[in-house]
Structure formats: structure tokens, C-alpha cells
């Protein structure tokens, strides 16, 4: 072969090395992109969940304004009566309905869940949760989060839990709440005798 036809074969092909490379590129910036889209995926599913509790705790505050108590909520499924007391009720009503449909489960709105498909939580003042008590006595809907876990068996799973008490500006901080309201009271008072 003429050296000229070297040189117009290796200008119009690329070599195995150069495809390999060009592969190699392609694949990780793939790779990244999958990545940041599930990020930004769980960032959307989380501030969809906090704007769903938030919506619940303002209702479950309109609730009260306008009857005096909070819903009460019997048996297992506690969060779909109290769901369907607030939808019955006038005032809070609106505030249900406006809620995307992507969290609504069953037939008609009846059963709420988290942006990742478990069914909410609703601990009454008759449930006797710490959550409650340290809410100052109002309700509060959980959410398992993204492990879909409420830290029943293991308290590992409460690390991501969502409640509807604990809206801030930068979502919602799991502080030492359970551990606070579960403490005697004289241990606390000793804690303090010593700070």
C-alpha cells in the first residue's frame, strides 16, 4: 500500500484506542447524569412531602379553630379517618383538595401517602406518642420517608421520618424530641442542675 492510502485510511477512521477513550467519556458523564437526576428526583419527592405535612398541620389548625378538638382518629387506619374528617369539614376541606392527586391512594380521596407511596401516619392526642405531647398536645401526620420506614422495629428508621409539627425554613429537623419527652423528669431536671 502506497503511503499516501496510510494516511487518507488512518484521516477517515478512528483507532481502537481513540473508540475506547471516546466510550470511556461518554459512559461516565451517563453515569454522572443518572446520578443528578436521581438527586434531584429525591429533592422533589422531599419538598413534596413537606408541603404535604404542612398543608396537614395548617388544617389540622383550622380544624380546631373552628370545632375545639382535633379529629379523632380510632383503630389502625387513623390517618385515612382523620383525612376523611377533614375533607368533610367545610373549613379545611379546600386545603385537602388542593393537594397534588399523585398522593391520594384508593377509591375517591380517602388515603394520603408519601411522595414515595406509603400510606401517612395520623397520631391522635389519644395516642399517647411523645411526638404529641411534645407538640403540646396536637396531632401530628408522619411520614416513613424516602426508606419507607417508620422505626418501629428498628429506631434506626426514624432518622428520615417527616412530621407535620416540625415545619422550618429548611424543611424539617428531627431533634431530640422522642428522647426529650420520654425522659423522666428528674433526669432532665439534673441535667440542667449541672450545665
Given amino acids: 500500500m502506497p503511503p499516501s492510502d496510510k494516511s487518507s485510511a488512518a484521516a477517515r477512521g478512528m483507532t481502537l484506542v481513540e473508540m475506547v477513550i471516546v466510550v470511556c467519556v461518554l459512559g461516565m458523564g451517563l453515569f454522572a447524569l443518572v446520578g443528578w437526576m436521581g438527586g434531584v428526583r429525591q429533592d422533589a419527592r422531599r419538598d413534596l412531602a413537606v408541603r404535604l405535612l404542612s398543608e396537614l398541620d395548617k388544617a389540622l389548625a383550622r380544624y380546631h379553630r373552628s370545632e375545639g378538638r382535633y379529629p379523632s382518629s380510632p383503630g389502625p387506619h387513623s390517618a385515612t379517618w382523620a383525612t376523611v374528617t377533614l375533607l368533610d369539614h367545610d373549613r379545611t376541606r379546600p386545603i385537602l383538595e388542593a393537594l397534588p392527586a399523585s398522593i391520594w391512594r384508593g377509591p375517591g380521596r380517602r388515603t394520603l401517602v408519601d411522595p414515595w407511596g406509603t400510606a401517612l401516619r395520623y397520631l391522635s392526642e389519644e ?6 405531647k411534645a407538640n403540646n398536645g396536637m396531632p401530628v401526620f408522619v ?11 428498628d429506631p434506626a428508621g426514624l432518622g428520615d421520618n417527616l412530621r407535620s409539627d416540625d415545619p422550618g425554613p429548611d424543611g424539617f429537623r428531627l431533634h431530640h424530641v422522642l428522647r426529650d419527652s420520654l425522659a423522666p423528669e ?6 440542667e442542675d449541672h450545665r
Fill in 127 to 132: 395516642s399517647g406518642s411523645p411526638f404529641v
Fill in 186 to 191: 428528674e433526669s432532665r431536671d439534673g441535667e
Fill in 143 to 153: 411520614s416513613a420517608g424516602p426508606d419507607k420506614d417508620f422505626g418501629d422495629q
